[in-house]
């Protein structure tokens, strides 16, 4: 049998082992298994053991090793078998992880951490939650690194749920006050957007240190309204407590000034970093920077930073980024050619796709043409960033030959490459083109996704097009898109648009939460038919579900009461401009 055994783990793999694994054990004393000269030359070998399972660079070698180890009797043991499980989880064989971990596992709580953190850092998410679900069944003790390492894996998986479930483990066992289950929370509730749990738990945090603060910073880096502001009340809280502020904090910090377009909070966090000496000539820190600057339209800081540092390729294409986004397309056109002639900095597919950007903002064809060109010659790969700006360009500037032969070239397609080639279609009115696309896509089994309706919601909306609208609203609702509040209003307004008023009152009705642009839709739809009176209810009714009017809505107020002849509407309409500080505004006044 051991022969067997040694013959299945080791195959036909020769390799190293069959050299370094030469050290021999001791024979044993028939009788007495005693001695400390016995005891000693056992743990040396199972540190030698231990050594060679680190050095293990294939799957082979390590089961070859295994064998070995099973051999001299040594697969039972702890230590051993923990590093032969990591290793075989950062190797990528789980089963054998598993086998390995079924023979030493014994109501440690060491050694389930230890497995938790060797999946975690393999990849193996779901495994950690299956061990943390395992040791609740064995009503094993938890601690802080438990909870910690199941808090990270339901973060990285989405899990708020079961994270929430993690979160009353650890107040029922006192430990919601530690500062790293703390900040694994912190991070669990921002990540999922719940910044008000965070805010939370953050204030549950006892000892509050670096790593907590920055937690909690970070989590506002992703958030893009009014409440990311509370970020720069906690650094400077942070350094009131003498907490040194580091890298990640400030590149937090800069992401969250970026987002809010707040330019005088970024600049002071950029003089911070001066002042301390804090990410000097750091190419994530500047990068950092550039994209603040761009993002707040100081575009001059932006440049001055990159020409007085080396500028990597990350820095430069914040720069593009933060000028295609704001529709400086020239400038960004000229900032490339600077890029590469002044600075020599080599161009990735990111700055190719920012550039190409620019081009379909500008219509420049031939220069997105020549760039085709360059990518072939240099046998670059078109990657789907790459491939999907090259369809944009070519459908805005109607070379849609080109946009589909580029299309037909990709081996491996996603929902957003087929989304710009049928945008490509619909904008050169190839309708039917776009039809036979959907179909091909649903072929290859590319689930689509709320942009892919809308595309096509905005294209037959404006081709007036109702046969292909009304089909396009049976396909979101049997794909699960209807009450997406975007695509409700978009289906809203094809059927105004397309003078089917029956059949946008009978969405509107069946909305259960309405929006502005929900209530703007459907009067310009009563409003295009002559039912100016339809027109100023919804008005009424509007106000009543306490929505406020803007000068869109407004307008048509205005031009029903005028079809109708009512000028006390009319004056009424007049009181809510003035009481809502809007006699100003350009639209509502004509």
Partial sequence: MLAMLLRHFSGKAGSMLDKIVVFKLPKMPSGSMGGSTLGS?????????ALLVQ????????????????????????????????????LGSLSDSRFVFQRIVNDDLALWNSAMVDYFRAGYLEEVIVLYRRLKLHQICLDGKTITFGLKSCTELRYLFLGEGLHVDSLKLGLNADKFVGSSLIGLYSKLGKMDDSQKVFKEILDKDIVAYTSMVSGYSDVVDSTAWNAFGIASDMIRNKLEVNRVTLVSLLQVAGNLEAFREGKSVHCYSIRRGIGVSDEVLETSLVDMYARCGAYQLASAL????????ASW?????????????????????????????????????NVLSACAELCYSGYAASIHAYLIRRTIPLDLV??????EVYSKCKRVVRSSHVFDQLKAKDAVSYNAML????QNCMADEATTLINQMMKECIAPNSATVLC???AFADQRDLVRGRWIHGFAIRHGFSSDMDIANHVLHMYSICRDIVAAKIVFDSLEKRNLVSWTAMMKGFLSFGQGDEVVRLYRLM??????????TLTYAVQAVSQLGHLKGVKQIHCFVYHAFMEKDAITAN
């Fill in 456 to 458: 096509l919601l905005a």
């Fill in 543 to 552: 106000q009543q579900h306490g929505e406020k009017p803007d000068s869109i």
């Fill in 306 to 313: 990159l020409n007085n540092s080396k500028g990597s390729a």
């Fill in 423 to 426: 945008y490509g279609y619909l």
């Fill in 386 to 391: 790459l491939a999907t700006a090259l369809i």
């Fill in 317 to 353: 294409n914040a720069m593009l980024s933060g000028l295609t986004r704001s529709r400086e397309s020239w400038d960004a056109v000229q900032y490339f050619s600077v890029m590469l002639l002044d600075h020599k900095v080599a161009p990735d597919s990111v700055t190719f796709a």
């Fill in 55 to 90: 050095s293990c660079a294939d799957i082979w070698s390590l089961k070859k090793l295994h064998s070995h180890v099973l051999a001299h009797g040594f697969g039972c043991d702890v230590t051993l078998g923990s590093k032969l499980l990591g290793s075989y989880a950062h």
């Fill in 41 to 49: 030359s056992k743990i040396c070998d199972i540190e030698k053991f």
